[in-house]
């Protein structure tokens, strides 16, 4: 079996050591140390991308969790999970989706990584590839301790079973109360709900609130769709929110290909918005916004109803 470049590996230290950030040095003694100091401290874990707050894609790459987040894993991408691509499969960099998402993404599998940054160096990329194609082993000091865990919950479920019958007799006293109360209660509860979900629906203008209320606070941020990222060729912005949606076609292709627009007055059916924030289908990409909470039953029903009245710019 290939060894990681050991050779390379003080250099790489050296290199790492300028940038100021991760564990000390000290503790780089392995190949995934390496990675994890130069490479995913450095470009993975800035805001809203794959640290422990935001994990974007349900990954996070924080020292201590990144290993077990990555081998072996099947990937949030629904694409390359169809496709059998593991976030890291050992001995098999190209059967390794973290390969693909450096390099270059095909249609369907997201963007390039890491997104709003310089694509990683070649070095870098190559470093990562070495480690996966040696079998992809774990950082220095990770324990393998998986034997002694499942003796003992096999002894502990036998004596339990042997106290559950003495629960049985209790139910006989409960006969005459039960008819009597569970028959009014139900129907004032449902009744009183109904009336205060519909005025959320109606303020005008629409625009403005959409943008105010769900694109300013949760798409138009750093590495989403403000004007420097532009994730999806789609800005967000007060200024040009409008004119990047409506009747725009988007760039997934297989959106594109069912003829979706990203917003179609009149159509919210047919309109890629309302597909991405409820629950895009295979190959349509993740839902949005991809970080921080998912937009609430209001919120969507306010988008839905600034497209079923025509998706006006006011």
Not at 12 to 30: F, K, R, V, W
Not at 243 to 258: Q, W
């Amino acid at each position: 079996m290939r060894r990681f470049g050991l050779a390379a590996l003080p250099a790489a230290l050296l290199m790492y050591g300028c940038a100021g950030d991760g564990p000390p040095l000290s503790t780089a003694t392995s190949a995934y140390d390496v990675i994890q100091q130069q490479i995913f401290n450095q470009h993975c874990l800035s805001a809203g991308c794959h640290n422990a707050a935001a994990q974007a894609g349900n990954l996070n790459l924080t020292a201590g969790v990144s290993y077990g987040d990555l081998v072996n894993v099947t990937p949030d991408n629904a694409v390359a999970a169809a496709n059998g691509l593991l976030r890291v499969e050992p001995f098999n960099p190209d059967n390794s989706f973290i390969i693909v998402k450096l390099t270059g993404p095909p249609p369907g599998e997201g963007t390039r990584m890491p997104q709003g940054m310089a694509p990683l160096s070649p070095s870098d990329i190559a470093m990562i590839r070495d480690w996966i194609a040696d079998g992809a082993p774990p950082p220095e000091g990770t324990a393998v301790a998986t034997a002694t865990p499942s003796a003992s919950p096999t002894e502990t479920l036998t004596p339990t079973a042997v106290d559950t019958p003495t629960i049985t007799p209790t139910p006989v006293d409960t006969g005459t109360p039960t008819p009597t109360v569970t028959g009014t209660p139900p129907p004032t509860a449902t009744a009183s709900q109904t009336p205060t979900a519909s005025p959320t629906l109606t303020p005008l203008p629409w625009l403005p609130r959409i943008q105010e209320t769900i694109f300013n606070p949760s798409c138009a941020i750093m590495f989403c769709h403000d004007k420097a990222t532009a994730s999806g060729n789609l800005v967000l912005t007060a200024d040009e929110s409008y004119a990047n949606l409506v009747n725009v076609t988007p760039d997934n292709a297989v959106a594109r290909n069912r003829g979706l627009l990203r917003v179609v007055p009149d159509d919210p059916a047919q309109s890629f918005l309302i597909v991405k924030v409820t629950q895009p289908p295979l190959g349509e990409g993740s839902k949005m916004p991809l970080t921080g909470t998912p937009l609430t039953a209001e919120q969507i029903a306010l988008l839905t109803g600034w497209i079923e009245a025509g998706a006006p710019q006011d």
